[in-house]
């Protein structure tokens, strides 16, 4: 069962990403500006974007383990703020129930089987965790170069989408820590990313995985809120 540590990194850190070992391809100066650009035209009209999602957490330190959790995600960009709602149905393919809300720089951790929601507050990290939440779903490409060093590296077919693959290398050296290298997907008809890849220093990596995706549809009023049980303990962090 994937810890709350790991839970609440998807929050904090969001998104994100992979550092590839081997030969990179050629730097390609024209294919990757009109990726750039295909970022900016959606970021400009972008206001939501729900997915089905495949997570999968792998650890390769002090001991091999691999998470693999089902579930959607929605992301939504209102008056100049990103709000994410990822709701797990299934952990290593058993039926579970996991809600994990950010808005206004707050996350908010629900599982009903512990009867426990825990809750954590940002603080000044909530431009960083914003910027994070975009990567890849309505940020632009002149952004994205303004944080990042980024590449042209390819195209992949992901869950039978022709993808372009970008890595990126945080400018940030605080960031490199924690995410030396990363590398997105982007599905060029719809400007968003169809998959994203993190190594951590310590060689474990993270994936995300997007399916069905659907851009800029109704968010309901209530999609940020969570409801939880009678007799749910409230832990604040």
Same mark, same amino acid.
């Given at each position: 069962?994937?810890?709350?540590?790991?839970?609440?990194?998807?929050?904090?850190?969001?998104?994100?990403?992979?550092?590839?070992?081997?030969?990179?391809?050629?730097?390609?100066?024209?294919?990757?500006?009109?990726?750039?650009?295909?970022?900016?035209?959606?970021?400009?009209?972008?206001?939501?974007?729900?997915?089905?999602?495949?997570?999968?957490?792998?650890?390769?330190?002090?001991?091999?383990?691999?998470?693999?959790?089902?579930?959607?995600?929605?992301?939504?960009?209102?008056?100049?703020?990103?709000?994410?709602? #990822?709701? @797990?149905?299934? $952990?290593? *393919?058993?039926? /579970?129930?996991?809600?994990?809300?950010?808005?206004? +720089?707050?996350?908010?951790?629900?599982?009903?089987?512990?009867?426990?929601?825990?809750?954590?507050?940002?603080?000044?990290?909530?431009?960083?965790?914003?910027?994070?939440?975009?990567?890849?779903?309505?940020?632009?490409?002149?952004?994205?170069?303004?944080?990042?060093?980024?590449?042209?590296?390819?195209?992949?077919?992901?869950?039978?989408?022709?993808?372009?693959?970008?890595?990126?290398?945080?400018?940030?050296?605080?960031?490199?820590?924690?995410?030396?290298?990363?590398? #997105?997907? @982007?599905?060029? $008809?719809? *400007?968003?990313? /169809?998959?994203?890849?993190?190594?951590?220093?310590? +060689?474990?990596?993270?994936?995300?995985?997007?399916?069905?995706?659907?851009?800029?549809?109704?968010?309901?009023?209530?999609?940020?809120?969570?409801?939880?049980?009678?007799?749910?303990?409230?832990?604040?962090?």
């Amino acid at each position: 069962m994937t810890s709350i540590r790991s839970l609440v990194k998807f929050f904090v850190l969001s998104a994100i990403l992979l550092l590839t070992p081997g030969a990179r391809p050629a730097f390609a100066a024209d294919d990757l500006g009109k990726v750039l650009a295909r970022l900016d035209a959606e970021a400009a009209k972008f206001k939501s974007a729900q997915a089905d999602i495949v997570w999968d957490n792998v650890q390769t330190q002090p001991v091999e383990d691999d998470d693999k959790q089902v579930g959607t995600v929605l992301f939504e960009r209102k008056n100049g703020q990103v709000q994410m709602a #990822l709701h @797990i149905k299934t $952990d290593n *393919g058993k039926p /579970v129930q996991k809600d994990l809300v950010y808005t206004a +720089g707050t996350g908010k951790l629900y599982e009903p089987l512990l009867k426990q929601m825990q809750v954590f507050k940002v603080g000044n990290r909530q431009s960083q965790l914003d910027f994070f939440l975009t990567l890849g779903f309505g940020g632009s490409g002149k952004d994205l170069q303004k944080s990042w060093d980024v590449s042209y590296a390819g195209t992949d077919q992901i869950g039978g989408v022709s993808a372009v693959k970008l890595q990126l290398v945080p400018r940030d050296p605080n960031l490199a820590k924690t995410a030396p290298k990363v590398l #997105l997907w @982007i599905d060029m $008809d719809k *400007g968003v990313a /169809v998959k994203q890849q993190r190594f951590d220093p310590s +060689g474990g990596y993270v994936i995300f995985t997007y399916g069905n995706l659907r851009l800029n549809g109704s968010v309901p009023s209530n999609a940020f809120e969570i409801k939880t049980a009678p007799g749910t303990q409230i832990v604040n962090h």
